[in-house]
């Protein structure tokens, strides 16, 4: 949908192969990330329990580029994430997006080959939590098909934006 600009997170994790920085995400050093964090730039973030306890989250200066080009902001986060910007941005519309099973998560998780098993096993430890939370969001879209859940995705998000526009 080319009407939206997909917010840019800022992360302390490394870069990976393929990724580009500044288009995938804007890498930091856990100094910076701090030292931003301490002057309040971040709208919101998160600290994830694997994976040598890295973060990520969204600046309020990528928010403001955005907006400043009169676009709809998007932004891909993990559940506290959305849930805090609700929180600070009580209009924003959120989508809690899931797997149709335990299992099938597990599947994709592993077929990524990115985590290691305790990183597997955390994450979906912390998606069965996570999946408590989605009565707080606006929407909650099953990932069973890609191809359905896209379009049931862009449906919901084209109606929000004709009805934000009048």
Avoid at 63 to 80: A, C, K, M
Wanted: charged residues 35%; negative net charge; contains cysteine.
């Amino acid at each position: 949908m080319p009407e939206l600009s997909l917010a840019v997170s800022a992360t302390t994790r490394a870069q990976r192969a393929g990724e580009v920085a500044g288009r995938d995400y804007k890498f930091m050093t856990r100094q910076e990330f701090d030292r931003r964090l301490a002057d309040d730039e971040f709208l919101e973030w998160v600290e994830w329990p694997w994976g040598e306890h890295r973060r990520a989250g969204t600046l309020w200066s990528e928010i403001e580029r955005i907006t400043g080009e009169g676009r709809p902001v998007l932004r891909e986060l993990e559940t506290g994430g959305a849930l805090a910007v609700k929180e600070r941005i009580p209009s924003s519309v959120s989508f809690f997006i899931t797997a149709p099973s335990e299992e099938e998560l597990e599947r994709r998780l592993r077929a990524r080959g990115t985590e290691s098993e305790d990183e597997i096993e955390q994450r979906l430890a912390s998606a069965l939590e996570q999946r408590k939370l989605a009565p707080q969001f606006t929407y909650t879209i099953v990932n069973d098909e890609l191809e359905r859940a896209i379009g049931e995705l862009e449906s919901l998000v084209r109606r929000k934006l004709a009805t934000s526009r009048c």
